[in-house]
């Protein structure tokens, strides 16, 4: 299968049925995040235990099937990471969607994650992948709102 059609399928299936959507108490961060330029709105709930790492996590919110299907495969990836490991995710993940159409996806480190490299033929829903990182980055720094605009 090629990573076209296995993008719009693992983005259906997420965005039918969310893994992790829900709320979390208690829990030791969240936070909202909102990209305006589609209309996508989520909370983020975090448990991060003592030595930093993530026990859980869960969202809520409303958006496009890309926003949400990129938080329910980010959720998975991130439960029982550590905040360093989220810290350089964030980086390879952000790089990767951003990144030329015809670069190398480096599916080894990146995992599930590596199907969202779908989203590089669709410039503008970017962002709408990327809000649930955003909005996790926030959580974890307590600025409470996350905007991609
Ligand atoms: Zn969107």
């Given at each position: 299968?090629?990573?076209?059609?296995?993008?719009?399928?693992?983005?259906?299936?997420?965005?039918?049925?969310?893994?992790?959507?829900?709320?979390?108490?208690?829990?030791?961060?969240?936070?909202?995040?909102?990209?305006?330029?589609?209309?996508?709105?989520?909370?983020?709930?975090?448990?991060?235990?003592?030595?930093?790492?993530?026990?859980?996590?869960?969202?809520?919110?409303?958006?496009?099937?890309?926003?949400?299907?990129?938080?329910?495969?980010?959720?998975?990836?991130?439960?029982?990471?550590?905040?360093?490991?989220?810290?350089?995710?964030?980086?390879?993940?952000?790089?990767?969607?951003?990144?030329?159409?015809?670069?190398?996806?480096d599916e080894e480190s990146m995992g599930k994650l590596s199907v969202l490299?779908?989203?590089?033929?669709?410039?503008?829903?970017?962002?709408?992948?990327?809000?649930?990182?955003?909005?996790?980055?926030?959580?974890?720094?307590h600025e409470g709102v996350a905007r991609t605009e």
């Open positions: 299968m090629d990573l076209r059609s296995l993008y719009q399928q693992v983005i259906v299936n997420h965005s039918k049925s969310p893994r992790n959507f829900g709320t979390l108490e208690p829990c030791s961060h969240d936070a909202d995040g909102h990209n305006p330029l589609c209309g996508d709105r989520l909370h983020v709930y975090l448990q991060v235990n003592d030595d930093d790492r993530i026990e859980d996590v869960r969202f809520e919110g409303d958006g496009c099937a890309i926003s949400v299907a990129s938080a329910s495969i980010m959720t998975e990836t991130l439960k029982g990471k550590t905040l360093a490991e989220f810290r350089a995710l964030f980086d390879d993940f952000q790089h990767m969607v951003t990144s030329d159409v015809t670069a190398p996806v490299a779908g989203v590089r033929e669709f410039p503008s829903r970017v962002k709408c992948a990327i809000l649930c990182w955003h909005t996790v980055k926030s959580a974890l720094e």
